[in-house]
């Protein structure tokens, strides 16, 4: 492996695993869940960490308008009209087709769709989600090479899973 895809692996992973030590960090209660705070507390904290940790390490990459944000939950660019480097949509839903939809037909390094769940049965709806989000990406005939990463994420009151999807 050459010195630069290893730098894009290491970035790549550096996303990723900053995403997932921040779920892992976040307490989220089941009272958020019944006060329908969940989705904001979440995206918030991404809001937060991209920016406390310089993009997660990439050292790159602002927050947008909101008129800029294309709907899409979190949007970062290199600068305010720049390429779109993360796209995050964060969902309780356990099929949200129009957040997929959104993140599929965006230019983006990274897609992020996280799934927030207190339900007892969330991990068996998360592989359900994700058959059906393979499903579609299939498809669409997409790859990595079309379509970049595409990571999905469980997070529930207690616990953190993620599959690579793309």
């Given at each position: 492996?050459?010195?630069?895809?290893?730098?894009?692996?290491?970035?790549e992973?550096k996303?990723?695993?900053?995403?997932?030590?921040?779920?892992?960090?976040?307490?989220?209660?089941?009272e958020?869940?019944r006060?329908?705070?969940?989705?904001s507390?979440?995206?918030?904290?991404?809001?937060?960490?991209?920016?406390?940790?310089?993009?997660?390490?990439?050292?790159?990459?602002?927050?947008v308008?909101?008129?800029?944000?294309?709907?899409?939950?979190?949007?970062?660019?290199?600068?305010?009209?720049?390429?779109?480097?993360?796209?995050?949509?964060?969902?309780?839903?356990r099929?949200?087709?129009?957040?997929?939809?959104?993140?599929?037909?965006?230019?983006?390094?990274?897609?992020?769709?996280?799934?927030?769940?207190?339900?007892?049965?969330?991990?068996?709806?998360?592989?359900?989600?994700?058959?059906?989000?393979?499903?579609?990406?299939?498809?669409?005939?997409?790859?990595?090479?079309?379509?970049?990463?595409?990571?999905?994420?469980?997070?529930?009151?207690?616990?953190?899973?993620?599959?690579?999807?793309?």
């Open positions: 492996m050459s010195k630069a895809s290893k730098a894009k692996v290491e970035a992973n996303v990723v695993m900053g995403i997932k030590s921040l779920l892992e960090k976040l307490d989220i209660k089941d958020d869940f006060k329908g705070r969940v989705h507390i979440v995206v918030n904290a991404i809001e937060d960490e991209w920016e406390r940790t310089n993009g997660f390490g990439e050292g790159r990459g602002k927050g308008p909101k008129r800029l944000k294309l709907g899409i939950d979190v949007l970062k660019r290199t600068f305010t009209y720049g390429p779109i480097i993360l796209a995050v949509e964060v969902d309780r839903g099929r949200p087709y129009e957040s997929w939809a959104k993140l599929m037909d965006v230019r983006s390094k990274y897609r992020i769709w996280i799934h927030v769940s207190n339900r007892v049965e969330a991990k068996t709806d998360f592989e359900e989600s994700l058959k059906e989000l393979k499903r579609i990406l299939s498809d669409r005939e997409e790859s990595k090479e079309t379509m970049g990463n595409f990571v999905a994420f469980l997070k529930t009151p207690n616990f953190v899973h993620f599959e690579t999807l793309l």
